[in-house]
């Protein structure tokens, strides 16, 4: 290919990924999204053209980890998102953490059902409180590590 690369500097994991300059702009506009706009932008683009987007899930996180960016520099702020309980809602609870992990139904029902588990670790604090509000909406427990 010849063309022009840029890389990503956003954070350590995307200073590594080479970015082609034809994406470069779809790339800065994601990493400006908040945790729930990503959730809603992979169920548009799973329903859109019927994939799963298990794979594609870690560039995902990389690019919402870039969006908090700023408040790490302001110290290490960052934690573990543990789910402690499903609650009577169990179906509601595998639907917030497949939007938030972009696990596939059964990696996601199977993170559940093995509650207390970690779902996303080294997350920022505004990150992981959008995500805790997600799962308790959705009727489970969530605690930081």
Do not use: C, H, Y
């Amino acid at each position: 290919m010849s063309e022009e690369t840029t890389t990503a500097e956003a954070t350590p994991e995307a200073a590594t990924a080479e970015v082609p300059a034809k994406f470069k702009d779809l790339v800065a506009e994601i990493e400006k999204m908040s945790v729930l706009d990503l959730s809603e932008l992979v169920k548009v683009l799973e329903d859109k053209f019927g994939v799963s987007a298990a794979a594609p899930a870690m560039m995902m996180a990389g690019g919402a980890a870039a969006g908090g960016a700023a408040a790490e520099d302001e110290g290490p702020s960052t934690v573990n998102v543990e789910l402690t309980a499903f609650g009577e809602t169990k179906i509601a609870v595998i639907k917030a953490v497949r939007g938030i992990t972009g696990l596939g139904l059964a990696e996601a029902k199977a993170l559940v059902d093995g509650a207390p588990k970690v779902i996303k670790e080294g997350v920022d604090k505004a990150a992981a409180e959008e995500m805790k509000k997600q799962i308790e909406e959705a009727g489970g427990t969530v605690s930081f590590k």
